[in-house]
């Protein structure tokens, strides 16, 4: 019996909003050992606990089950109108089961769109096209409020941050932001950025960097070197899990870079809290249909 | 580790100091966003919080046999109600204030003036945090603020926080604050 888009949908939100991925777990527990004062030894304790009552009780690992986005990439053909009503389908039957919170508001009346699915605009959808793709990926990437509150662009030369049009510029931005997130967006967090793009795409980009495992690095030997050392610069600041203090203030920093008008050159910051909810699957249709 | 209990007097609250961890018991009520605008409007707030507990959250709940259940919990970012929070703290008795992050000079002062705490729960815990929440005991606001945004009332068990703010201008955040600043200065000056 092959499960519908909707019910892999469906499954793939019950196991992101409940499994902090491993990466993300490990490091904490890195964290936990590296902790000497005791305001972060109790948050991190705490934090594994919670990971752990998450996934062996399949309930959300945070209440703000964030912004549920997924990232489609398919083949040539594909039926993204399809993909799209069952990623809805799909929210609102999370929803009714516990794993994702009444999220959604009507910006302009306040109220609650209490299924968190609204036809072509919630849950999020991002649809890349791939030629040589055979089946339909998804990466789905739950982030919380109160850190996309905490999220930055800059645009360069900024002069009060003494950042120029390069990598140093750069570094000043993404040290600014991580600064500036004290313990409002739940650190010990996760950066992801993108240097270059407009904003748009700034922000996109930004954001997707979110769904690289931790212990890779960028491609690019430069910007490598620019996450090792602004990950170690970062947690120099001291500001700790929940801005209590403490040695491990980010978890990762994950650096992309897009092409740029001559005008223009941002650094966007997407600062994600640890509870860094994304998961990838590849879906299952039969006969290729969906 | 110390026991709180409500109703909260002030002679407890102002026994506290930051840095201190605590537990907290009894009844405890939510408010976030909505409900901190719809005060500052003039609104009147439906349940009586003198010497009682705010915290900032905004749950998971399935209905379930007529009653809720409370799937998840946990703080939401407390600076969002700055702007609201000192008159709040004036008007309303309220003696513990608990949420995430810290807020600011406001809150602060009025915590000092007024004999009032500002706790820090761990963000993100939420299945954690749901496991100390006994009983839904009312619900406020439902249907105009829905869920998220409602004002709930709990009863909770040993629910762990940091004393964050004290009554007597202690101030984690601030500190960590300035630390850090300085830091951030001192890498500013380092080589590209």
Redo the contacts between chains.
């Keep these: 019996m092959n499960r519908t888009v909707t019910d892999q949908l469906a499954e793939l939100i019950r196991i992101n909003t409940s499994c902090l991925p491993e990466d993300v777990e490990s490091a904490l527990v890195s964290a936990r050992a590296a902790a000497t004062s005791p305001a972060e030894l109790q948050v991190l304790d705490a934090l594994l606990e919670n990971a752990h009552l998450a996934r062996d009780g399949a309930t959300p690992v945070c209440q703000d089950t964030g912004t549920p986005t997924f990232f489609f990439t398919v083949p040539p053909r594909t039926d993204e109108v399809s993909l799209r009503k069952a990623a809805e389908a799909a929210a609102e039957r999370a929803t009714a089961n516990g794993w994702l919170r009444r999220n959604t508001i009507d910006t302009l009346t306040g109220a609650s769109i209490d299924s968190n699915a609204l036809p072509g605009e919630m849950p999020v959808c991002h649809f890349r096209a791939d030629p040589d793709a055979k089946a339909v990926t998804v990466s789905l990437l739950q982030k919380g409020g109160g850190s996309e509150n905490m999220s930055r662009q800059f645009s360069l030369p900024d002069g009060e941050l003494g950042a120029g049009r390069d990598l140093d510029g750069v570094r000043r931005c993404i040290l600014r932001a991580a600064w500036e997130a004290q313990g409002y967006g739940c650190a010990p967090g996760i950066l992801g950025v993108c240097v270059g793009g407009d904003r748009a795409e700034g922000y996109l980009a930004a954001k997707e960097q979110l769904l690289r495992p931790l212990g890779d690095d960028s491609p690019d030997p430069a910007l490598a070197e620019l996450e090792r050392r602004v990950l170690r610069e970062a947690n120099s600041l001291g500001i700790g899990p929940m801005g209590l203090g403490g040695k491990t203030t980010l978890l990762g920093v994950k650096i992309a870079v897009r092409p740029r008008l001559p005008a223009s050159y941002f650094v966007t910051v997407a600062y994600c809290c640890w509870a860094c909810r994304r998961h990838t699957v590849t879906l299952k249709t039969e006969g290729g249909a969906l | 580790m110390i026991e709180v209990r409500y109703p909260f007097t002030e002679t407890v609250v102002r026994n506290l100091h930051a ?1 201190d ?1 605590v537990r907290v018991s009894g009844r405890v009520c939510t408010g976030r966003d ?1 409900f901190h605008k719809f005060l500052a409007d003039g609104g009147e707030c439906p349940v009586d919080l003198r010497d009682g507990a705010l915290f900032h ?6 209905p379930e046999g007529g009653s809720w ?1 409370i ?4 703080p ?2 407390s ?2 109600e700055e702007p609201y929070e000192a008159d709040a703290i004036a008007r309303l008795g309220i003696r513990v204030i608990i949420g ?3 807020m600011g000079a406001n809150t602060l002062e009025a915590c000092r003036r007024f004999g009032c705490v500002y706790l ?1 729960a ?10 100390r929440i006994r009983r839904v005991a009312g619900v406020h606001f439902l249907e105009t ?5 409602a004002c709930w009332e709990w009863e909770v068990e040993g629910l ?1 926080a ?1 004393v ?1 703010m004290d009554a007597h201008g202690g101030d ?2 601030a ?3 300035e ?3 300085a ?2 200065e001192a ?2 000056k380092e080589d ?1």
Excluded at chain 2, 57 to 62: D, F, K, L, R
Excluded at chain 2, 122 to 130: E, M, R, S
Aim: proline residues 2%; contains cysteine; positive net charge.
């Design positions: 840095g961890a909505r959250c905004g749950p998971v709940v399935v259940r799937v998840a919990a946990g939401t970012t600076i969002r995430k992050g810290g820090q761990v963000g993100g815990a939420a299945a954690l945090t749901a496991r603020f829905g869920a998220t945004e762990e940091v964050g984690l955040f500190k960590v604050r630390a850090s600043a830091r951030l890498l500013g590209a």
